[in-house]
T-cell receptor, first 110, second 113 residues
Framework: AQRVTQPEKLLSVFKGAPVELKCNYS??????LFWYVQYSRQRLQLLLR??SRESIKGFTADLNKGETSFHLKKPFAQEEDSAMYYC????????????FGTGTLLAVQP | GAVVSQHPSRVICKSGTSVKIECRSL??????MFWYRQFPKQSLMLMAT?????????EQGVEKDKFLINHASLTLSTLTVTSAHPEDSSFYIC?????????FGPGTRLTVL
């Protein structure tokens, strides 16, 4: 079964510091991985996906199949980045369902 | 972007009663919708996949008689918590896929007294 692991419940950094939110996955096939973000009092929304290889709000994530990781990185954290971040894997079959990690709360201190 | 709404945003009910939560895709059609449950400070747990025109697919450990799902149209799925008990109190979130992206509703806070 698919599993997504986010080892850190809380990550606290100062403004301007680099950020890395860890995500590891277990999946026997070709994974489709995503990062979702939930800002305070807002709904969950897509931040980025590995297949598009894009940078959103300064965040990037590279799929490392050797390490089965999909860590989220940003070189200089901003206070407005404070939010809950969820790594997710999509079922490779026809169901389209997402399996979420436990989430990491990023707190950026001024 | 695509919008998914949920109604009500919060509901308080007595133990033993049933509660219906609606999930609507406002500007797109969705043959599939998903229902999640989120406990405080925990992740989203997928409960079931709602399929338009057919039975829902439940995840292991989710009681289908307890959580009734109906996908009545291409824009509406409902989750009914039957004979609710305090342990059913939680945050229920739905999502609907459009192309390759899942769009999430704002969630419904259910409190069972």
């Amino acid at each position: 079964a698919q599993r997504v692991t986010q080892p850190e419940k809380l990550l606290s950094v100062f403004k301007g510091a680099p950020v890395e939110l860890k995500c590891n996955y277990s999946y026997s096939g070709s994974p489709e991985l995503f990062w979702y973000v939930q800002y305070s009092r807002q709904r969950l929304q897509l931040l980025l996906r590995h297949i598009s290889r894009e940078s959103i709000k300064g965040f990037t994530a590279d799929l490392n199949k050797g390490e089965t990781s999909f860590h989220l990185k940003k070189p200089f954290a901003q206070e407005e980045d404070s939010a809950m971040y969820y790594c997710a894997s999509r079922d490779g079959g026809a169901t389209n369902k997402l399996i979420f990690g436990t989430g990491t709360l990023l707190a950026v201190q001024p | 972007g695509a919008v998914v709404s949920q109604h009500p945003s919060r509901v308080i009910c007595k133990s033993g009663t049933s509660v219906k939560i609606e999930c609507r895709s406002l500007d797109f059609q969705a043959t599939t919708m998903f229902w999640y449950r989120q406990f405080p400070k925990q992740s989203l747990m997928l409960m079931a996949t709602s399929n338009e025109g057919s039975k829902a697919t439940y995840e292991q450990g989710v009681e289908k008689d307890k959580f009734l799902i109906n996908h009545a149209s291409l824009t509406l799925s409902t989750l009914t918590v039957t004979s609710a008990h305090p342990e059913d109190s939680s945050f229920y979130i739905c999502s609907a896929p459009r192309t390759d992206t899942q769009y999430f509703g704002p969630g419904t806070r259910l409190t069972v007294l």
